[in-house]
C-alpha cells in the first residue's frame, strides 16, 4: 500500500454527472500544488444519473487518490459525508459539496488554519449565491438558532466547506446517530475552532437536493438533535398560560357572582379557546419531533448500507 495521504476530502454525490469531471478537475489541479498526498473520497449517495459511472471513471483515471463508496440507496447528505468519515486515512480532513458550490480553490486556507493548530475550520460563504429566498431563510433560521443555541457559534451553518483534525472526525463517526448535523457535532467535540471566509458560487449544473419542505425538514433534525430548548419553552409557556387561566377564571366566577350570568362575549372566549388549542398542537409537533428522533435510534437499522467500495 502507498503512504497514508495527509489530506482526505470527503464529498457527498447526489445526482451531480454534469458537475464531476470538472469537481475532480479542479481539485486535484489543487491538491496536487499542495505536494504532499491526499486523497478524495467520494460517496454515491443513491443518484440516479449516470453519477456511478463517471465516479467509477475518475477512480480508474486515479485509483490511489480517488475513492468511491456506492450506497445502495439515497441516505442523505450527511450520512455520506459519515461513510466517508469512516473511512478516511488522512490526518486533516475536508468535507465539500459536489455541485462546485465551493470553491476547491480555497481548501489551502483551511489546511492552513488547521495547521495554525485549530481542530475544527468552519468556512463562512462571503456574497453566498443563491436564490433569494434560500438567503432570507437561511438568515432568520441562522438568527433563531444562535438565539436557542447559543454554544453552537458558527457563522454559517449551510456552508459545507470545513476542515476537521482527524481525532474529531473519529468521534463523530463512533457516534453512531442516524440523523446527524455534522458541523454542528464537530463543534460539541471542538477544542479550538475557528471560521474563516471563503468565495461561494452558484451551482456549476443541475438543480439543488433541497426544496423548502427539505429545508424545514433538515432545520428540525439539526435544532432536535443539539437542543431540548422547544421542549423547554413548551413547559415554560405551559406554566404561564395555567397561571393566566386560572387568574381568567376566578375572574369569570367573580363576575359570575356580582353580575350574575352573560353570554355575551362568547366570541372571545371561543378565540382564546382556539388560540389555547393552537398551542397545545404546537406542542404535540414539537414533542412528535423529538418522540421521532428516539424511535428512529432505538430500531437501531443500519443508518447507511455501503453496496461496493472502489479504492485500492
Ligand atoms: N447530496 C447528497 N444527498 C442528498 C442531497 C444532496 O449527497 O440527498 C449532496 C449533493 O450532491 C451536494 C451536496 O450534498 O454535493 C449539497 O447538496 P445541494 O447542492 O443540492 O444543496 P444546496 O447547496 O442547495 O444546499
Ligand atoms: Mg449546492
Known amino acids: 500500500m502507498s503512504q497514508d495521504p495527509y489530506v482526505s476530502v470527503v464529498i457527498p454525490v447526489h445526482n451531480e454527472e454534469e458537475n464531476l469531471q470538472e469537481l475532480s478537475r479542479r481539485l486535484t489541479a489543487t491538491l496536487d500544488k499542495l505536494g504532499k498526498p491526499y486523497e478524495i473520497v467520494l460517496t454515491n449517495d443513491g ?3 449516470r453519477s456511478a459511472e463517471i465516479l467509477q471513471k475518475l477512480h480508474e483515471q486515479r485509483p490511489q487518490q480517488i475513492r468511491v463508496i456506492e450506497f445502495n440507496g ?35 486556507k483551511l489546511i492552513a488554519a488547521i495547521e495554525a493548530g485549530h481542530d475544527v475550520v468552519n468556512a463562512y460563504r462571503e456574497q453566498r449565491q443563491d436564490q433569494w429566498w434560500r438567503l432570507t431563510v437561511s438568515k432568520w433560521h441562522n ?15 449551510g456552508c459545507m466547506l470545513r476542515a476537521y483534525r482527524r481525532h474529531i472526525v473519529d468521534l463523530m463517526a463512533a457516534t453512531g446517530e442516524a440523523t446527524t448535523f455534522i458541523p454542528a457535532l464537530a463543534l460539541t467535540y471542538a ?18 437536493n433541497y426544496s423548502l419542505y427539505g429545508l ?20 415554560m409557556l405551559g406554566i404561564v ?12 366566577l367573580l363576575r ?9 362575549g362568547v366570541f372571545t372566549l371561543f378565540a382564546i379557546v382556539f388560540f389555547l388549542i393552537g398551542i397545545v398542537l404546537l406542542g404535540l409537533g414539537v414533542m412528535g419531533e423529538y418522540v421521532g428522533r428516539i424511535y428512529q435510534e432505538v430500531r437501531k437499522r443500519p443508518r447507511f448500507v455501503v453496496k461496493r467500495v472502489l479504492e485500492e
Not at 256 to 264: A, H, K, L, S, T
Request: net charge negative; glycine share 6%; aromatic share 10%.
Open 47 to 49: 443518484s440516479t444519473d
Open 74 to 108: 439515497n441516505f442523505g447528505q450527511h450520512m455520506a459525508i459519515m461513510a466517508g468519515f469512516e473511512r478516511v486515512r488522512g490526518e486533516i480532513i475536508i468535507t465539500m459539496d459536489a455541485d462546485l458550490q465551493n470553491p476547491p480553490e480555497e481548501i489551502p
Open 143 to 157: 438568527r433563531i438558532r444562535e438565539w436557542m443555541m447559543p454554544k453552537l457559534r458558527m457563522k454559517d451553518e
Open 191 to 208: 477544542e479550538n475552532p475557528t471560521e474563516v471566509g471563503v468565495a461561494h458560487a452558484p451551482r456549476l449544473a443541475g438543480e439543488s
Open 216 to 235: 424545514i425538514r433538515y432545520n428540525f433534525d439539526l435544532v432536535t438533535g443539539f437542543s431540548v430548548f422547544p421542549l423547554q419553552l413548551f413547559t
Open 241 to 252: 398560560i395555567s397561571c393566566l387561566s386560572f387568574l381568567f377564571v376566578v375572574f369569570l
Open 256 to 264: 359570575r357572582i356580582i353580575v350574575g350570568p352573560e353570554v355575551e
